[in-house]
């Protein structure tokens, strides 16, 4: 039997804020509150232990040094990469540069606390 994926904890400074913006990205639902003040959220109807990891963000007030050594990719399930570039972009995503040359088949965007994040070309499909 293997492992799977079941939470991704990310430390943040506005753990409510982060949490908005990615409820909104991935259409997941607040989970039930941690109180410590970390913020979970995952799929509507599942929670916590479904196919899709819930994502915890934790209160932190260290800094950080350099970008996290981990990010997320994004694939859109319902339009085309535009259309959900203009979405995320609207949701308070920032473009980010990290050398690419314009030719690449996704896009590099950054959440409000400035964790880079990609934006995938292929739609997948709804779970």
């Not at 950080?64 to 995320?88: C, S, Y």
């Not at 690449?104 to 409000?112: C, F, K, N, Q, R």
Request: aromatic residues 6%.
């Amino acid at each position: 039997m293997a492992c799977r994926i079941s939470e991704l904890i990310i430390d943040a400074a506005d753990p409510a804020r982060l949490a908005a913006f990615w409820r909104e990205v991935l259409g997941y639902v607040e989970l039930e509150p941690e109180g410590d003040g970390s913020v979970g959220i995952g799929p509507p109807d599942v929670g916590f232990g479904g196919p899709q990891p819930t994502l915890l963000f934790s209160p932190s007030d260290a800094p950080r040094l350099g970008k996290l050594p981990l990010h997320i990719d994004v694939n859109a399930t319902d339009r085309d990469q535009d259309a959900e570039l203009d979405r995320l972009l609207a949701l308070g995503a920032v473009p980010v540069d990290v050398g690419q040359t314009g030719a690449e088949s996704w896009h590099v965007l950054a959440d409000p606390e400035g964790n880079e994040f990609c934006l995938l070309r292929t739609r997948l499909k709804p779970l």
